[in-house]
Each structure stands twice: as C-alpha cells, then as structure tokens.
C-alpha cells in the first residue's frame, strides 16, 4: 500500500534540496570570474527508515579546495606584486639616466664636456668657446641634480607608499579576522561556511599582493597567516595592529634610527621582517636601492669636483664656492645628497676665462697633483697648461705622470655606511659614469625580465588552480539543466500526489 504522506514528503524535501542546488549553482554562475572564489558545492544526505528511503536532508555548503596550490598561488601573487612594485619605480629612473650613448647620460654629458676643453685647447682666448666649456659643465651639473632629484622623488613616494601599505594591511587584518571568526562560529554549528570563506580568500588574495605571505588552516576554520620573514599576522583581537608614521624624507635619511619611522607591532620594529609583495620591495626601494643610487651619484659628484680642484680648477662646487672634502666616517660622512647641490662654481660663471687660466694655485705632492700655477691677469692669451691639466689628468686615470687617481669608493657608501654600489672602483670619471648608469639600467632590465617570468608562473599556478578549484562553466550550466529536470519530476510526484487525494476525497464525500 502506498504512502501518500512518505511519498509527498520525499518529493518536497527533494524541492527543497533541488532549490538549495540553485541557489549554490547560481552564486557560482555569478563569481565565475571572482579571483580567488572556489567553486561551492550543495551536500546533501539520503535519508532512511526501516530500510526505506524517506527522503533528502540538505547539508552544508562547502568550497572545492586545493590548499597546497592556492599557497603557491598566493606566494607567486607576492613575488609578481613586488617585481610590479620595482619595475615601475626603476623604469622612472632609467627614463631619467637615459640610453648610454645617446646625449643626455652621465657619461655623455660629460663626454660634452671633454670635448669642450679640446676645442678650446686650439684657441685657448676664444671667449665664445669658454662660454662654451661653462655651459657644457653646468649642464653636467644639472644632469647630475635632476637625476639626483629623481631618486629623491622615488624614495619619498616609497616613504608615502609604505604608510598607505601599512593602512591596507591593517584594514585587510581586520577584515580576514571577522570573516575567520564568523566561519568558527557557523563551524562549530554545523552551518555552511562556504560564501565566508570565499570571501576570506578574496581578502586573503589582497593580502598576498601586499606581503609574501603563508596561509595555514586549522581545523576549526581558523587560519595562522605567517610572513617569509618569520612573523606571526594578528587578525584577532588587535585592531590596526601594525603602526608607522609619515615623514619626509633627505638624503641623510636611513633606517634603523636615521630618521625613518620603523613599522611597529606590539611595541617592537617588525621592518626586517614584512618581506616580499609591494610593502616589501617598497621597503627595501626606500632602504637599499634607491639610497645606493644616491650614494653612487654622490660619490661621483665628489670625484667630479675634487680632480678638476686637484687640478687648480674648481670648475664645480657647492653654492658657496666650496668642494666637500672626502676622508669622514662613513666614507661619505661630508658629502650625503651632494649631488643635488654641485653646480658650476660662482667665480667661473661669473669669470669663464677661469676654464683657460685656472682658479688657484697647487703646491704639487709626489702622491697627488703636480704644482700649478695659475694664469695671471694680463698673461699668455695663449695659456693651455691649465687645459692640459684636465685633459690629461682630471679626465684622466692620472692624478700626474706615473701617479694614479684616488681610488673612488664603492663600498661603505650612504649616510650610515652600509650600501655598496655593484661595480668595483673606477679610475676615470668616465669609467664611474659608464658604470653608475650601465648598473642602474641592468637593474631596471633585470626587474622587467624577472617580471615577465614570473607571470608567466603565475598565469600557469592560477590556470591549475582554476582548473581544480575554480568555477566550470560548462560544468555548471549542465548541472542546471539536470535540477530542471530534477525539478519537474519531484513537481510532477507532487502534482500527482495531490490528484490521488482530490480522488480520494471525492470517493468519501
């Protein structure tokens, strides 16, 4: 004898199941292209009793996850993120360096400015091409400070950048730990936590552009998020956990404790260790990189100076007339942002006939330039010893016959002496020219190459996990037409069901 109460209660259970399905597949239709969104799946369970079937309980709503792939993928979002972060800050000075060989690099200009003293050795009294020599020197000398300028630019929009970072870290901190502590507790109740933790992997997906990142779940549904450099992320609890300030930032700025506001948690500098992904290759632009490219371009500022004064022309100075003097610890101690300051020294601006007679007179030393004296007023018209004196010997690799140019520096450099530039001592101010700019620019190629790799990787990690995790569409749109269909035959079971019992009701009347 058939059961019309079981058999309507079957088919409506099955409608409820079948409209829970809907719902699920229609939320995955809708986040298809949502990134880091995993595929939700409706559970249900087969209900019994006394051996036979009684219809369909609907279970929670769970997430088809991969969680060793999408680590990876998070990690590769981190490396991709700080490449993208470096790249951009390094192609802004490599457009400032310009191409080697093309007029307006280091080397270039100052290759203008040799030239210029070999033509005025032809005619040392040719007023025009003093004039000349001059211009070619301040417009070195303006190079040197608009580049200079640059990295100052970059550095202080890192410094801007590392507040708001630190901004967004907390904000999306604070995010996860809600969305962490909603899905403990409808775990712990047996409810489906599916949409939070989709949503959780959005927020985790931002967090792993921000820092490099490592995601471990715990049984409750709780995660522990730990850094590549070691540190524990709070989520619960500490609200904006992570603090820094704004400053503006000089030359003679660096960090630990020279004048960089460290990030802090918990009462304790925690910069060493936020590593990777933007906040990371922001923090080590600000602090490594971009404080390198300045000592570099100091200390060739410094050697500029110091050999054409060597000399007994102090062509280039600060505005006072005056060349920082080397020898301090650290080995920069009297020269940090230098280069932002050189110019052509006021006296020769004023008086370019100084580029022919020279601005001081030399005593000579058996280690560094031989004794010069200068060209009086009213003499030789002719005068070329102080021209020779540049060409042979402040371009040169010579500081007089036989005697060779001070070693430059190339470590030690910076405001507290810890940066090291990439390439070995020069012996002329053009080797240190080629070198400065040739290892900028290898940096910048470098960051574009990496660049390209690694999304490459990237697109390859995320292709795999979609593939397993992601959404299907194919595989949606026929599991739609399968709860049609299921659909309309509990429907049909139930309009059945009911025209029994209209039957019935009329035989008893």
């Known amino acids: 004898m058939v059961n019309l109460s079981g058999v309507m209660s079957i088919a409506s259970s099955g409608l409820s199941d079948i409209n829970n399905q809907f719902g699920v597949v229609s939320?995955?239709?809708?986040?298809?292209?949502?990134?880091?969104y995993m595929t939700e799946v409706a559970n249900q369970t087969s209900l019994t009793a006394g051996g036979m079937g009684s219809g369909?309980?609907?279970?929670?709503?769970?997430?088809?996850?991969?969680?060793?792939?999408?680590?990876?993928?998070?990690?590769?979002?981190?490396?991709?993120?700080?490449?993208?972060?470096?790249?951009?800050?390094?192609?802004?000075?490599?457009?400032?360096?310009?191409?080697?060989?093309?007029?307006?690099?280091?080397?270039?200009?100052?290759?203008?400015?040799?030239?210029?003293?070999?033509?005025?050795?032809?005619?040392?009294?040719?007023?025009?091409?003093?004039?000349?020599?001059?211009?070619?020197?301040?417009?070195?000398?303006?190079?040197?400070?608009?580049?200079?300028?640059?990295?100052g630019t970059a550095r202080q929009n890192a410094q801007n950048q590392v507040v708001g970072d630190i901004n967004t870290l907390n904000t999306t901190l604070g995010t996860i730990g809600q969305l962490s502590d909603q899905i403990i507790a409808a775990q712990a109740q047996g409810q489906s936590t599916a949409d939070l933790q989709n949503q959780r992997n959005t927020a985790l997906q931002s967090l792993s552009g921000l820092i490099d990142v490592k995601v471990l779940n715990q049984q409750n549904g709780d995660v522990l998020l730990v850094t590549g450099g070691g540190l524990s992320l709070p989520i619960h609890g500490q609200p904006n956990p992570f603090s820094t300030a704004p400053a503006t930032l000089g030359a003679g700025a660096y960090a630990p404790g020279g004048g960089i506001p460290p990030i802090m948690l918990g009462g304790s500098d925690v910069t060493a260790q936020l590593t990777g992904g933007q906040l990371g290759a922001t923090l080590k632009l600000r602090d490594q990189t971009l404080p390198t490219y300045q000592g570099e371009l100091d200390e060739f500022s410094q050697n500029l100076a110091g050999r054409f004064d060597a000399q007994g022309l102090r062509l280039f100075s600060d505005p006072s007339g005056n060349v920082p003097a080397g020898g301090g610890s650290p080995v920069q101690a009297g020269y940090v942002g230098f280069a932002s300051a050189i110019q052509v020294n006021p006296a020769v601006s004023a008086n370019p006939a100084l580029v022919?007679?020279?601005?001081?007179?030399?005593?000579?030393?058996?280690?560094?330039?031989?004794?010069?004296?200068?060209?009086?007023?009213?003499?030789?018209?002719?005068?070329?010893?102080?021209?020779?004196?540049?060409?042979?010997?402040?371009?040169?690799?010579?500081?007089?016959?036989?005697?060779?140019?001070?070693?430059?520096?190339?470590?030690?450099?910076?405001?507290?002496?810890?940066?090291?530039?990439?390439?070995?001592?020069?012996?002329?101010?053009?080797?240190?020219?080629?070198?400065?700019?040739?290892a900028e620019s290898q940096d910048s190629a470098n960051a574009t190459s990496a660049l390209s790799t690694e999304q490459g990787v990237q697109a390859s990690l995320q292709n795999s996990l979609t593939s397993k995790t992601g959404v299907n569409m194919d595989a949606q749109m026929s599991q739609l037409v399968q709860l049609q269909n299921s659909y309309g035959a509990n429907a049909r079971v139930i309009a059945a069901v009911q025209a029994v019992w209209t039957q019935l009701l009329t035989v008893v009347q």
Not at 27 to 36: F, L, R
Not at 134 to 142: E, N, Y
């Open 27 to 36: 939320q995955n239709i809708a986040n298809a292209s949502t990134p880091g």
């Open 56 to 151: 369909v309980l609907v279970g929670a709503t769970t997430v088809v996850g991969d969680a060793a792939l999408q680590g990876q993928a998070l990690l590769q979002n981190a490396t991709v993120s700080g490449l993208q972060t470096t790249q951009s800050a390094l192609a802004t000075i490599d457009a400032v360096n310009g191409t080697p060989g093309q007029g307006t690099d280091l080397a270039s200009l100052l290759g203008n400015l040799q030239n210029g003293f070999s033509t005025l050795a032809t005619a040392p009294d040719n007023a025009t091409q003093q004039a000349q020599v001059v211009a070619d020197a301040a417009t070195l000398a303006t190079g040197i400070n608009t580049l200079s300028a640059a990295y």
């Open 356 to 438: 022919r007679d020279g601005t001081e007179a030399i005593a000579g030393s058996a280690t560094g330039a031989s004794a010069f004296t200068p060209n009086p007023p009213g003499g030789p018209a002719g005068f070329t010893t102080m021209i020779t004196r540049v060409l042979n010997f402040a371009l040169g690799a010579q500081v007089q016959p036989g005697v060779p140019q001070p070693a430059s520096n190339t470590t030690g450099l910076g405001p507290n002496g810890t940066l090291n530039a990439p390439y070995g001592p020069q012996s002329t101010l053009g080797g240190t020219a080629a070198a400065l700019v040739g």
